[in-house]
Structures are given as structure tokens and as C-alpha cells.
């Protein structure tokens, strides 16, 4: 067992870090010991997806060539921890690969990720997977090639797990799934601390990219062709505040506006607490930015919202959610809801009912409350899992009832859709998103991969539409 532990930091590491990381991808390309294949799963939110292609990016570019099956020369599980099956899939998955790395003994075992950040997770792995090769966490993710050429160099465990964050590093390679639309880390962690999250504890406190850095890698993104552009934070609207010069998300989303070649810009995720008029009104003038708010509610009752630490009560959600119905006509409003809070009562979920009904939200994730251990919530008062199964499965069949009401007014209409990809069981299909981040269905070729389709609604499901490309319509 080897645990490395970080070098202290000094001024301008983020760039020299960057540049030792490249040099030392250099020498694994030569290196006959590298990876010649990898398998890669992502688990979990945006974030994660994100930092999955910075991992892709990497092992692209020592020369390494992703495969299907976790059974080849690597195999790198990019976790997440903010429910508890989550993590229960990765150590089933441990369990299988524990045989498979019998009969391939050369396979390397990489996890990272969020889970990875909780002590009690690295002590299990510890114990008893260790067959794992190389653990790292969240905030030191661009150490990868290092820390890779490590674990070729030696046969113990190696773990590499930082519990601050340090300064942010820009410019590693980075592989995007699309060429034509692309996700841009706006900033990093997150302070609110609500009771039941495990997310600050596994990503640290807010930090904000330099705006400066933010808009280069976002033009050179449009020049080599991305249309759209998705911000990612955990709570975009604190965006700016700990940097030197601070400036708002409002100010941001502007600069991002203006820079030729993007066509529609969406971003996640927002925090009621924190949402200013400056915002909505950014959203109400600045035509790229895509009618589209996913607004996290949580519950609807005061009491479980404060409980939770959220800052804002029914009221206000709903005052927010007015305001930008008035400043973008027909914008399209999604959100987060767990069922099954601590002391979640029945009157405390009419009430989530009761938002859901006036808000009418065209999607919602939903979840069943799951006790992620050190936060507050898990040591409150638990609800019996029945009434919570009850309640979630009542909140479903509303969330459907609405969709299927709200998609409806879209039959015959025509929508912009920028097409993504091939439809999974039909090839002759094509699925994309609207600006409104519908989800449409529609005949057409892979050659309209990557460009913005016109295409008329002509069936609507609660989740989804079905159209024809307009000029095709007899
Ligand atoms: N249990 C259930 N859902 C959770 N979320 C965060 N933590 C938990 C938890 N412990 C949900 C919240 C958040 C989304 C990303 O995940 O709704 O907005
Ligand atoms: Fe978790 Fe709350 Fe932060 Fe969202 S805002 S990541 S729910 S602590």
C-alpha cells in the first residue's frame, strides 16, 4: 500500500502543473507499458461527465483506444456517491472485476470520483478490493498521467486523495463526446451545505474560473465548430464571487453571447437562494441563451426547506418562478425533488404536490431521500420507506399527467433541433433537443448530425416528441 501525498502549492502551479502533467503523457506515449485499451464509466451528474472527458482526453493521447467492456488493459470507474445505490454499483462491479482480473491479471483497476472522497469508502477498498490499482479523488484529477505512470512502475495500491482543493488547473487534453455542442466548467464545488448533500464534502468549496479562461476555451470551442454550449457549476448563480475581480453569472453569460459561432448557450445549475433579477433579465434579452431554467425546488414546505438549509421558502420559489415566466414567455422549467425527507410529513408533500401543479415542470429528477453518512439529515428522524415509496410514485404520475398536457400544445408546431445522434433501436431516426431542451424524435439521416433542423411536432408523449423534418412534410 502507497499513498502519495501532494506536493504544498506554490504561486502559478496551475499552469506548471498542466505543462509537467503534458510532458509527462509524452513519455507514456513511448512508454510499451502503457495502456494499449480502456474501459471507462461515468456514474453519476455533468460534472462527472465532464471530467470523464478530460480522463478520455488523456488516455487518448497516450495512445490508448477505448473498448466496450470493462476486461481489457484498464479500467476506470469515474464515481458518483450523492445517493447510496449509486455506490453499491460500483462495488458489485468491484466484485465481478475481481474475476476478471484472475484471468487478465495485467488489467489495471482505476477508481475516481466523488465516492471516492469519503474515508469510510477508501478504508473498505482498502480491505477488501485490493485488486484495485490506483484510487484518486475529485480535486486531483489532473495528476491522472502521473499518477498512471506510477501504478506501471509498481504493483502496491497506490491512493491519492487530497481533502482541500487546490488551484484550478487549465489546459489538460480533453476529448468532447460531440463536436458540435459542449459542456464548459464555469466553476468548481460547491458552500451551501444543504442537510442531506454529500456534494460540498466530495467537491470542496466554490471556486470560480478566471471569465478570461472561461471565454477562450469556450471560442475555441465555436471555432472548430460547437453550436452550443452548456455552463456547469453546482450553483451557477454564485458564480464570480471569490475572484480577484469578482463579476456576476449575469456578466458572464454576456461575454458568452458575444462570441461569434455560438448559437444557443444553456447552463446548470441554479440555486433559488441565489437567483437575481439581474439574471432573469439577462435571460429575457440575450437571444442565445436558451428559454430554459432548471430550477432545483427540493419540497415545497417551509418547514422540510428549511430543514434542508435552503434558504427560500414556497413563496419565494414561486415569485422567481413568476418573474420568469413574465420575462420569457413560455420558458421551459425543470427541476429536482426528493421525496421522503427526514420527518417528511403527508402535508409537507401536498405541498411539493401543490408547487408542482402551479410551476406545471415540463421534467423533474426525482429522487427518494438516501442518508449520505456525515451530513445532518442522516442523523434527523427517518421516514418509513413505504410512505416515501407512496408518495414518490403519487409525484411521478402528476410530473407524467403535466408533461403529457405541456408537450401536447407542441403538436404542429415547428421547433429548431439541433440533432445529436442516431436513435438507439431505429437508425432511421435521429433524436435532438429543442431550444426549450425538448427531447424530439425525427426521420432523418446521419448526415444532419450536428446541425439545426426544422421540424414539425406530429405525436407528443409525456417525455418526448416525434416530429418530420419540415420540408420533408407532404
Ligand atoms: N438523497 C436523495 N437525493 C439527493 N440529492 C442530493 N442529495 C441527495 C440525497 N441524499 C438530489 C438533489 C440534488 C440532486 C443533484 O440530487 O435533488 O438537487
Ligand atoms: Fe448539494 Fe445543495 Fe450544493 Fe446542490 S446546492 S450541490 S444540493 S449542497
Same mark, same amino acid.
Given at each position: 500500500m ?7 502549492l506554490?504561486e502559478?502551479?496551475?499552469?506548471e ?18 495502456p494499449?485499451s ?13 471530467d470523464s472527458?478530460?480522463?478520455?482526453g488523456?488516455l487518448l493521447?497516450?495512445g ?24 453499491q454499483?460500483?462495488y458489485?462491479r468491484l466484485?465481478?472485476?475481481k ?5 487478465n491479471?495485467?488489467?489495471k483497476?482505476?477508481l475516481c ?5 469519503e ?7 482498502k ?7 490506483l484510487?484518486f479523488?475529485?480535486y486531483?484529477?489532473y495528476?491522472f ?8 512502475e ?6 491519492d486523495?487530497w481533502? =482541500?482543493?487546490?488551484?484550478i488547473?487549465?489546459d489538460l487534453p480533453?476529448?468532447?463526446k460531440y ?5 464548459v466548467?464555469?466553476?468548481y464545488?460547491?458552500?451551501?451545505f444543504?442537510?442531506?448533500?454529500i456534494?460540498?464534502y466530495v ?6 474560473r478566471?471569465?478570461?479562461n ?9 471555432e472548430?465548430g460547437? =453550436? ?26 454576456e461575454m ?12 446548470m445549475?441554479?440555486?433559488?437562494k ?13 437571444p442565445?441563451?436558451c ?10 414546505s417551509d418547514r422540510?426547506l ?15 418562478v413568476?418573474?420568469l415566466k413574465?420575462?420569457?414567455p ?10 421522503g425527507?427526514?420527518?417528511?410529513t403527508?402535508?409537507?408533500f401536498l405541498?411539493t ?5 402551479e410551476?406545471?415542470?415540463d421534467g423533474?429528477f ?6 449520505r453518512i ?6 434527523m428522524?427517518q421516514v418509513p ?10 409525484l ?5 399527467e403535466?408533461?403529457e398536457?405541456?408537450?401536447?400544445q407542441?403538436?404542429?408546431r415547428?421547433?429548431?433541433v439541433l440533432a ?12 435532438g ?8 424524435h ?5 448526415r ?8 414539425t ?18
Amino acid at each position: 500500500m502507497q499513498a502519495i501525498n501532494p506536493r504544498p502549492l506554490y504561486e502559478n502551479e496551475g499552469t506548471e502543473q498542466a505543462a509537467f502533467q503534458r510532458a509527462v503523457i509524452e513519455q507514456l506515449k513511448s512508454d510499451p507499458r502503457r495502456p494499449k485499451s480502456f474501459y471507462l464509466s461515468t456514474m453519476g451528474c455533468q460534472m462527472n461527465a465532464r471530467d470523464s472527458e478530460k480522463l478520455k482526453g488523456i488516455l487518448l493521447s497516450i495512445g490508448a483506444r477505448e473498448v466496450p467492456e470493462d476486461q481489457e488493459d484498464l479500467v476506470i470507474y469515474n464515481t458518483c456517491c450523492i445517493r447510496e445505490n449509486a455506490e453499491q454499483k460500483v462495488y458489485g462491479r468491484l466484485g465481478y472485476l475481481k474475476s476478471v482480473k484472475r484471468k487478465n491479471p495485467g488489467m489495471k483497476i482505476v477508481l475516481c470520483g466523488c465516492m471516492m472522497q469519503e474515508d469510510t469508502v477508501i478504508e473498505k477498498i482498502k480491505k477488501s478490493y485490493p485488486e484495485v490499482d490506483l484510487i484518486f479523488g475529485t480535486y486531483n484529477l489532473y495528476r491522472f498521467p502521473e499518477l498512471l505512470q506510477t501504478v506501471l512502475e509498481t504493483k502496491d495500491q497506490i491512493i491519492d486523495i487530497w481533502d =482541500k482543493q487546490q488551484e484550478i488547473v487549465e489546459d489538460l487534453p480533453s476529448v468532447r463526446k460531440y463536436s458540435f455542442k459542449a459542456s464548459v466548467n464555469i466553476m468548481y464545488g460547491c458552500d451551501n451545505f444543504c442537510t442531506y448533500c454529500i456534494v460540498p464534502y466530495v467537491r470542496g468549496r466554490e471556486r470560480s474560473r478566471e471569465p478570461e479562461n472561461i471565454v477562450a476555451e469556450i471560442k475555441s470551442l465555436a471555432e472548430s465548430g460547437v =453550436k452550443e454550449i452548456q455552463l456547469l457549476g453546482q450553483n451557477v448563480n454564485s458564480y464570480g464571487k471569490g475572484l480577484e475581480n469578482p463579476i456576476s453569472f449575469a456578466k458572464l453569460l454576456e461575454m458568452v453571447h458575444q462570441i461569434d459561432g455560438i448559437e444557443r448557450i444553456r447552463f446548470m445549475t441554479s440555486h433559488p437562494k441565489d437567483l437575481s433579477d439581474e439574471l432573469i433579465e439577462a435571460m429575457g434579452k440575450l437571444p442565445k441563451v436558451c428559454p430554459h431554467f432548471h430550477l432545483p425546488l427540493q419540497s415545497g414546505s417551509d418547514r422540510l426547506l428549511k430543514a434542508m438549509n435552503r434558504h427560500y421558502d414556497q413563496e419565494k420559489y414561486l415569485n422567481i418562478v413568476r418573474k420568469l415566466k413574465e420575462t420569457v414567455p413560455g420558458i421551459s422549467l425543470t427541476t429536482d425533488i426528493i421525496v421522503g425527507f427526514p420527518t417528511e410529513t403527508r402535508e409537507d408533500f401536498l405541498e411539493t404536490l401543490k408547487v408542482v401543479r402551479e410551476v406545471r415542470f415540463d421534467g423533474a429528477f426525482t429522487f427518494i431521500y438516501s442518508p449520505r453518512i456525515g451530513t445532518p439529515a442522516a442523523r434527523m428522524q427517518q421516514v418509513p420507506e413505504e410512505e416515501s415509496k407512496k408518495n414518490f410514485a403519487e409525484l411521478l404520475k402528476v410530473l407524467e399527467e403535466i408533461g403529457e398536457e405541456n408537450n401536447r400544445q407542441w403538436l404542429g408546431r415547428t421547433v429548431l433541433v439541433l440533432a445529436e445522434e442516431q436513435s438507439k433501436n431505429d437508425s432511421t431516426m435521429l433524436s435532438g433537443r429543442t431550444p426549450h431542451n425538448q427531447l424530439v424524435h425525427f426521420v432523418g439521416g446521419p448526415r444532419l448530425i450536428g446541425q439545426m433542423v426544422e421540424v414539425t411536432i406530429t405525436e407528443t408523449t409525456p417525455f418526448y416528441l416525434i416530429g418530420k423534418q419540415k420540408n420533408l412534410l407532404d
